[in-house]
């Protein structure tokens, strides 16, 4: 059972969990908590032996709790998700083998691509595939229909692997803070398009990734991972392009992992992550 309570701070609070869960005779396997001193903000991610019945735990955690707290109790973590993506494979096939071989930490429900490139390596896993083309249509008919493919599914969260089209404010508020991106640029620099173009003609010595959930403000919802590696002069932007596939894969499993286990907590445009 994972526990996880965002709320105001106030003395006492991890003692007062700590007694509910003891009364409800579930054993504290790990815990971890953060108090963010500026906002006056209390973040705990706790883990326990699952003994049965937890009908009653939410309710006897928020009469000890601030009354804007938050909490979420998820006994079975496996989440659900679809994944949405263009023309470049690296990041799908990585996730799509994590799924197939049951190390990703959720199930894919379905592929969405707005071109049809990447719908064989779909079929080679069996995995359903809707091509939904933003040409010849207008911006929200595109969404629309997106959105109805999405909403059947139900999912938890919508992954972009390399999806290159900026959504609207309107279909990122169906969505809040489950939309995860990965972008390929060491965020804050170089955002929006051709980021490795951008770092080759600025002469950088380091490129990177950043893992981050979908706001209305491009490219600057809140972080969730990054990760950097070294170039010099002899990188072309072509090799900066190839070396940066490799880095965006890592940095998109290291943050659906850190997403799926319930360990990233968002608060404003930032996060707090329990690694």
């Known amino acids: 059972m994972i526990i996880v309570i965002q709320c105001i701070d106030q003395v006492g609070l991890v003692a007062a969990i700590t007694r509910v869960v003891a009364k409800e005779q579930l054993n504290i396997v790990s815990m971890r908590e953060h108090v963010d001193q500026v906002h006056n903000r209390f973040f705990m991610r706790l883990e326990a032996t ?9 309710e006897k ?25 263009t023309k470049e494979y ?8 994590r799924n197939y071989y049951g190390t990703l930490g959720a199930s894919v429900l379905a592929v969405i691509g707005n071109h049809t490139t990447l719908q064989d390596i779909c079929k080679r896993f069996d995995m359903p595939f809707f091509a939904v083309s933003h040409e010849q249509v207008s911006k929200e008919e ?33 969505f809040p803070m489950r939309i995860i991106n990965i972008h390929h640029s060491f965020l804050p620099a170089f955002i929006g398009a051709s980021p490795y ?41 072509a090799d900066m392009v190839k070396a940066g596939k490799e880095i965006e894969t890592a940095v998109l499993a290291t943050a659906l992992k850190l997403v799926f286990e319930d360990r990233v907590f968002v608060y404003k445009n930032k996060t707090v992550v329990f690694d």
């Open 50 to 58: 699952h003994s049965g019945d937890d009908s009653t735990l939410e």
């Open 61 to 85: 955690l928020l009469s000890v709790l601030p009354p804007d707290a938050a909490i979420n109790i998820n006994p079975l973590p496996q989440k659900k998700v679809i994944v949405m993506v």
């Open 197 to 237: 173009k951008q770092a080759f003609e600025r002469g950088v010595k380091l490129i990177g990734a950043t893992a981050h959930f979908v706001s209305n403000e491009l490219d600057e919802g809140p972080i969730i991972a990054q990760q950097i590696i070294s170039v010099n002069h002899s990188y072309t932007a």
């Open 90 to 97: 690296h990041c799908l096939a990585d996730i799509l083998i």
């Open 142 to 174: 595109f969404e629309e229909k997106i959105t109805t493919i999405v909403e059947q599914y139900e999912p938890d969260y919508i992954v972009l692997a390399k999806f290159m089209r900026i959504l609207s404010p309107g279909l990122v508020a169906k």
